[in-house]
């Protein structure tokens, strides 16, 4: 008889209009070789092995995994993992997303060139990653507990964070420290002048550093994040465009309307009409 018993036992949430959420959680003692891809996920996975072996393809580059070990799946990435023919793994996993999610994972110790924590702190990765498992159910007040216990994993996986400082070091944390200033303090009036003073250094060097760190300037990247977290509001219909402007950051609601529709390609009402049209279809 077989030393293991494969089982899957896998959830997935439809809520997707937070900054952070839960997109899906489970854990599975895979039969051997049993594998996943080559293919691509639309959503980070935080991956934990609990027992067994496995192999973990990224880029091309292969990692043989054990007990132990965590892996990072990232979104629009081609990857291809599977289980050791002998010894296949056993792991619990969680899929999450949102528009905060590639702040908190950029600082984080996965990178696509080392996606692999090699067991680094093993018992509490699997207690939180088992914390939001257990958190699967119905009811309203199950949301916020999945959500709050992902923002617990995220939070210890970021304070633990042991990166090493590379030759960009400082002016990407320059950039990363102001694209979290205009994610907290998006609804208020802020200018490309008052970023450089907040970051301590020349407007060119903030302009420099955000380009080579989020491919965009700041003032680009104060808009578009303004303008998604009007997507969020427009979700609901209970609000006006002229409280959804003023909620966001924009005081003129014409311009606004402008800026949405240059990015979206629809104007506000347009895209809350398509959102309520979607909901309905979904009831």
């Known amino acids: 008889m077989d030393k293991y018993s494969a089982y899957k036992h896998s959830y997935k949430f439809e809520r997707r209009t937070a900054s952070l959420y839960v997109q899906n959680t489970g854990r599975q003692q895979c039969s051997p070789i049993h594998s996943w891809g080559p293919g691509v996920r639309n959503h980070y996975?935080?991956?934990h092995v609990i027992s067994g072996k496995g192999v973990y393809i990224l880029q091309?580059?292969?990692?043989?995994?054990s007990a132990g070990d965590t892996f990072l799946i990232y979104p629009d990435t081609s990857i291809h993992y599977y289980a050791d023919s002998?010894?296949?793994w056993e792991y619990i996993w969680v899929g999450f997303d949102g528009l905060d999610a590639k702040h908190y994972v950029d600082q984080m110790d996965?990178?696509?060139?080392?996606?692999?924590l090699r067991g680094l702190y093993a018992p509490e990765i699997v207690g939180l990653l088992e914390n939001i498992y257990a958190s699967y159910g119905a009811g309203t007040w199950r949301d916020a507990a999945i959500t709050g216990h992902l923002y617990l994993l995220i939070a210890f996986l970021v304070e633990h964070a042991k990166k090493i400082a590379g030759p960009r070091a400082v002016g990407n944390d320059c950039a990363k420290s102001v694209a979290n200033y205009i994610m907290t303090h998006f609804e208020e009036p802020i200018t490309v002048e008052e970023l450089a003073d907040f970051a301590a250094v020349s407007h060119s060097s903030l302009y420099r550093n955000f380009k080579r760190q989020f491919q965009m300037s700041?003032?680009?990247?104060?808009?578009e994040y303004r303008i998604e977290r009007a997507c969020m509001l427009l979700t609901d219909s209970t609000y006006s465009i002229q409280e959804i402007s003023n909620s966001v950051g924009f005081e003129d609601p014409f311009y606004f309307s402008r800026a949405f529709k240059a990015i979206k390609g629809v104007s506000p009402r347009q895209f809350a009409a398509r959102q309520a049209a979607k909901q309905e279809e979904e009831k």
């Open 45 to 47: 996975l935080i991956h």
């Open 218 to 223: 700041p003032k680009r990247f104060l808009l």
């Open 110 to 116: 996965f990178s696509p060139q080392e996606p692999v």
């Open 86 to 88: 002998k010894d296949p």
């Open 60 to 65: 091309n580059k292969r990692y043989e995994l």
